[in-house]
Every structure is written in C-alpha cells, then in structure tokens.
C-alpha cells in the first residue's frame, strides 16, 4: 500500500501554522507537500484549539478563592 499525498494550504506569510488543518509544519510528516492555491489542498483534518478553561471558577490550589 503506497502512502497518500497530503498537500497542505500553506501558513499566510509570517505565521507557523497551516491554514487547512492548524498544524505547525514542522510536526507535519515529511512526505507531505504545500500550496499556497486552496483548489489543490486535500488535507482534511481541522483541529480546534485547546483553550484554558478555569473549571474551579478562581479558587486557588491552595483552597482559598479571591473575593
């Protein structure tokens, strides 16, 4: 079985992430391939971005809340 050609929408100029799928180029695997054109991207995969969220609404590691 012969590995599929991912092309990627190249990052806009000066940014690290590609526009198709978020992924910084450099974690993308080597065979992989750029455009700049979006009709020829046939990456498919969206990743969303992992926010911070404060699930202990302010409450400090130590047990105390700010009033």
């Given at each position: ?35 700049r ?12 971005a ?18």
């Amino acid at each position: 079985m012969s590995a599929r050609l991912v092309v990627h929408e190249m990052p806009p100029p000066g940014g690290a992430f590609t526009s198709c799928c978020l992924t910084q180029t450099g974690e993308l695997p080597l065979l992989n391939v750029f455009t700049r054109d979006p009709g020829l991207v046939t990456c498919t995969v969206r990743h969303t971005a992992q926010l911070a969220v404060d699930t202990d609404r302010g409450e400090s590691p130590f047990g105390w809340s700010t009033p």
